[in-house]
């Protein structure tokens, strides 16, 4: 498994699932056009590519350039990276017939193209050394639950409540907050984010 710096942008859920098995890193889905319309996921991808950066890894079809400019004119260019994948005939095996410029998806084309693609790109390469001083810090579904976000009566309300208070997309699961906030805070950082609401 591939671990890398910043934060991956792809497309779509199946695009999200095909890149957990590859690259160790939060992975965010712009649910493909919605991205133009939803503030909240815009504002998660400026705040992520502004703590870590991200990498651009969009469809090689039109559609997929048309989101990839799109996010390349709201967030700085310093802060990202573009991986490209090859334009690959064929059709995605969950579907009944190719996709309207015939090219796979992510989700279609094969690990190592997508992995030679991450290593172009100019990610960020990490080692496990680093990876490990990570993983002592993130924010888990332990301490999720030790803040009362999960498993209480009121765990709901809460989750609500910092969703707006920083912004993010209200539809957020408890998992996807997870992952959201590893972007964003460290475990101390985020624990005391969830303590001021506790005092508002």
Excluded: H, W
Excluded at 35 to 51: G, H, P, S, W, Y
């Amino acid at each position: 498994m591939l671990k890398i710096k910043e934060a991956v942008i792809v497309e779509g859920k199946y695009d999200k699932i095909k890149l957990k098995g590859l690259i160790d890193a939060p992975i965010i889905a712009t649910n493909g056009f919605r991205v133009f319309k939803d503030k909240e996921k815009q504002n998660l991808i400026r705040r992520t590519a502004n703590t870590r950066g991200i990498l651009l890894m969009t469809d090689s079809d039109s559609a997929g350039f048309v989101i990839r400019n799109f996010l390349k004119g709201s967030v700085p260019k310093e802060k990202i990276k573009n991986c490209y994948i090859p334009q690959i005939k064929g059709k995605e095996k969950r579907k009944e017939s190719p996709s309207c410029q015939g090219f796979l998806g992510v989700e279609g084309v094969d690990d190592s193209v997508i992995i030679e693609a991450v290593k172009k790109s100019g990610a960020t390469v990490l080692d496990d050394s680093v990876q490990l001083e990570k993983k002592e810090n993130e924010i888990t579904k332990a301490l999720f639950y030790e803040l009362g976000l999960s498993g209480r009566e009121n765990s709901k309300e809460l989750r609500l409540k910092l969703l707006k208070s920083e912004k993010l997309p209200l539809y957020l699961t408890a998992n996807a907050m997870i992952e959201a906030f590893n972007c964003l805070y460290t475990a101390e950082e985020f624990a005391e984010k969830v303590n001021e609401l506790y005092n508002k």
